[in-house]
């Protein structure tokens, strides 16, 4: 049997994209390595979000290009496919670059690999268009088998694309305009996976609550209408969807937080920046003071919300003032977990235009600053937990024998004593300590029988 080995960079949907992949070349005879060197297929499923992206790309490249000879040495036989975004980006150029690469193949179009790799044996095919007919249907059903394997929590792809363009981001141009999927092939994928035994789905999208999808009754659902049905699944018992952008949040939404006990009180919320200036600059079409009180709007249903957001520091323009105000925003709010990032120029975008590019120094001293605040903000909301009972996932042995791992309503890795529990349980625990990343908590209720 032919082995296929996959790297995947960058965010959920290139996890989600990759299985897919998998799925679809097992069709085709190839069982999955988690070893480079003993693969048949070498797949690099790259992400082109922020800077160098390509440039690690063409150095792993180099290094799985060296692998390729010496197999070949071997007498073995070793095909090369660049997927994902930065294909996506760069397209022939790939194959100009890196003379042992096979295929170039675009997020759009990986449900053409078995007749890329077909076409690989006379010619190095690039496939980046974007296609008229849905990937989604060309792809083979979900196994059951194959998704037991993967656990009891699963991305489910319900939208694609993006038709914000902030002005900083790539992703409008790579991944394309926004497409959602109808309603009735995303209800059918999550029966599927609920068979097999997942009890947490997260709905994937580059712009998530943007959905707009058509429903078995010919009207447009939204996001908000879609989890109200997910939540009748039965044996999905927990729902979170990601990344969203706050001009979506509509009232549909923000009541379904309310409402929906599934939907886990936890919701990644990209802000960006504090200041209205740069907000304007980003093409965020909302003010600093709009996200606070959409905040607030949220937590009045929903008393429990935890957030966590994405950040950009240094982007051009950015005072010390504007930075400032960002500081200000994140004291505010509260954020249980964040990424933030320095600016970073690409390629194509408006902001990468500008005059205005902050020195390097300025960028990582504001970094510094806004992590330390967002890393104290995380250990007082882990720290905030101590006492307090979560319901907790079960979905893997914890480090010693006679410990369970699972996950808190808010992501938090919690590890506590029990065997009288199965994957896939869910638990109430007392949490009675907090690590740096994980929880330690005490059973105290046997939660629900649903296990896988
Ligand atoms: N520079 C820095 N960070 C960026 N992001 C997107 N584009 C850029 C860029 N050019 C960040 C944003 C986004 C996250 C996925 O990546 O914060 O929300
Ligand atoms: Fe990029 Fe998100 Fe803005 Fe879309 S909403 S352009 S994906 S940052």
């Known amino acids: 049997m032919k082995k296929v080995f996959v790297k995947s960079y960058g965010c959920q949907m290139n996890v989600y994209d990759a299985e897919r992949m998998t799925d679809m070349l097992a069709a085709e005879g190839y069982s999955e390595t988690k070893a480079m060197e003993e693969a048949d297929l070498v797949i690099l499923n790259t992400c082109h979000i922020r800077e160098k992206a390509a440039e690690k790309v063409y150095s792993e490249l180099g290094r799985v290009r060296e692998l390729k000879q010496e197999r070949e040495a071997q007498g073995h036989e070793t095909k090369i496919v660049v997927a994902g975004c930065v294909a996506q980006a760069e397209g022939k150029e790939?194959?100009?670059?890196?003379?042992?690469?096979?295929?170039?193949?675009?997020?759009?179009?990986?449900?053409?690999?078995?007749?890329?790799?077909?076409?690989?044996?006379?010619?190095?095919?690039?496939?980046?268009?974007?296609?008229?007919?849905?990937?989604?249907?060309?792809?083979?059903?979900?196994?059951?088998?194959?998704?037991?394997?993967?656990?009891?929590t699963a991305f489910l792809t319900i939208q694609e694309g993006c038709d914000k363009f902030c002005t900083f981001c790539v992703v409008p141009y790579t991944r394309g305009a926004e497409v959602s999927r109808p309603v009735a092939k995303i209800l059918d994928e999550a029966m599927r996976l609920a068979d097999a035994g997942v009890r947490e789905l997260t709905l994937i999208g580059q712009n998530v609550n943007a959905y707009h999808g058509e429903g078995p009754d010919g009207q447009t659902w939204s996001l908000g209408r879609l989890l109200r049905r997910l939540a009748e699944v039965p044996a999905i018992a927990r729902l979170r969807y990601t990344t969203s952008h706050p001009r979506d949040m509509d009232d549909e939404l923000i009541l379904a937080h309310g409402d929906l006990p599934a939907l886990m009180p936890y919701l990644h919320l990209p802000v960006q920046s504090g200041s209205d200036r740069i907000l304007d600059a980003m093409n965020r079409k909302h003010t600093g003071d709009e996200y606070r009180r959409l905040i607030e709007r949220i937590r009045k249903v929903q008393p429990n919300l935890a957030l966590s957001s994405d950040f950009i520091v240094g982007f051009?323009?950015?005072?010390?003032?504007?930075?400032?105000?960002?500081?200000?925003?994140?004291?505010?709010?509260?954020?249980?977990?964040?990424?933030?990032?320095?600016?970073?120029?690409?390629?194509?975008?408006?902001?990468?235009?500008?005059?205005?590019?902050?020195?390097?120094?300025v960028k990582s001293e504001r970094l510094?600053?806004?992590?330390?605040?967002?890393?104290?903000?995380?250990?007082?909301f882990n720290h905030g937990t101590v006492g307090q009972t979560l319901d907790v996932l079960l979905e893997k042995p914890g480090r010693h024998p006679g410990q369970m791992a699972g996950k808190s309503p808010y992501l938090q890795p919690v590890q506590f004593e029990t065997d009288a529990h199965r994957i896939g349980e869910i638990v109430t625990v007392r949490i009675v300590r907090a690590g740096s990343n994980s929880l330690f908590g005490e059973l105290i209720g046997p939660g629900d029988k649903a296990a896988a």
């Not at 077909?118 to 974007?130: G, H, I, L, N, Y």
């Not at 600053?369 to 890393?375: D, G, I, P, T, V």
């Open 368 to 380: 510094a600053r806004l992590q330390n605040l967002l890393e104290t903000q995380r250990q007082a």
């Open 316 to 361: 051009p323009g950015e005072t010390d003032a504007d930075f400032e105000d960002t500081m200000r925003l994140v004291a505010d709010v509260g954020f249980a977990s964040s990424f933030s990032f320095k600016y970073s120029p690409r390629p194509g975008t408006p902001a990468a235009e500008s005059d205005a590019q902050l020195p390097e120094e």
């Open 94 to 152: 790939i194959l100009r670059r890196q003379s042992a690469v096979d295929v170039v193949v675009g997020p759009q179009n990986y449900h053409h690999l078995p007749d890329l790799l077909k076409r690989a044996k006379s010619e190095r095919p690039v496939d980046t268009e974007f296609p008229i007919e849905d990937k989604f249907d060309h792809l083979p059903r979900l196994e059951k088998s194959r998704i037991q394997t993967r656990g009891v």
